[in-house]
């Protein structure tokens, strides 16, 4: 199993230019999330989805759109980037049970905004 | 979800144990204390849970106090690849966020 995994590793881009960042998890998890880690800063979640064609609205959603159109995949757009979403972000899934819900992370998308 | 409250900073010797303490008297019945920690740049990484009871995994234990207001996070063997960002969360099961607050940075020390 790949686990979790995130494309691009690295990104350098011009403010107002779009991107698409892109997570893919083989472990067949309902559960995906977005989540944004500035310098110094814990994690904060940005948008997350509870099954294929579903998406909801993290706690820093502005600025940013997802899709959810296969199980395992999970795409966070920004359409007109801007220096402050310059970060590293994070993808996550988890499977949840009555008993657990831990949640798996992937290894992260250095994202410049120039 | 309750809030924690966390040591911003620890040291821990190599091969002693590393104990991380971590507060949230505001608790609910049904909330569970989750463990992650994050080394250096990459994902954070599932350590521990629980809800009452003391657990124990490959990787760490954790204390619970009976109140459950507060619990520990033990290493019981530090090395220095343990030298990481501990995060304690309290959160109900079933999809929801986890919620990061600042963490204790952990340095095991030679």
């Known amino acids: 199993n790949a686990g979790v995994t995130q494309t691009p590793k690295f990104r350098v881009l011009k403010t107002g230019q779009s991107m698409t960042l892109l997570c893919a998890q083989d472990?067949?998890?309902?559960?995906m999330y977005w989540y944004r880690q500035d310098p110094g800063m814990g994690l904060r979640l940005i948008h997350y989805?509870?099954?294929?064609?579903?998406?909801a609205k993290g706690e820093v959603p502005d600025g940013y759109n997802v899709s959810r159109l296969k199980k395992q995949n999970f795409l966070l757009g920004l359409e007109s980037a801007a220096p402050s979403q310059t970060s590293v972000y994070f993808c996550a899934s988890s499977s949840w049970t009555s008993s657990t819900d831990t949640q798996y992370f992937g290894p992260g998308t250095r994202l410049t905004v120039l | 979800d309750a809030k924690t409250t966390q040591p911003t900073s620890m040291d821990c010797a190599e091969g002693r144990a590393a104990n991380l303490p971590c507060n949230h008297s505001?608790?609910?019945?049904?909330?569970?204390v989750y463990w992650y920690r994050q080394i250096h740049s990459q994902g954070p990484q599932y350590i521990i849970h629980?809800?009452?009871n003391n657990e124990t995994n490959e990787m760490a234990s954790l204390i619970i106090t009976e109140d459950r207001k507060s619990s520990t996070l033990i290493l019981p063997h530090a090395t220095l690849r343990d030298t990481a960002v501990y995060y304690c969360?309290?959160?109900?099961?079933?999809?929801?966020?986890?919620?990061f607050g600042g963490g204790t940075r952990l340095m095991v020390k030679p």
């Open positions: 505001t608790i609910s019945g049904n909330e569970y």
């Open positions: 989805s509870v099954g294929e064609g579903t998406t």
């Open positions: 472990m067949n998890h309902e559960y």
């Open positions: 629980g809800l009452k």
């Open positions: 969360i309290v959160r109900r099961n079933a999809g929801n966020m986890l919620t």
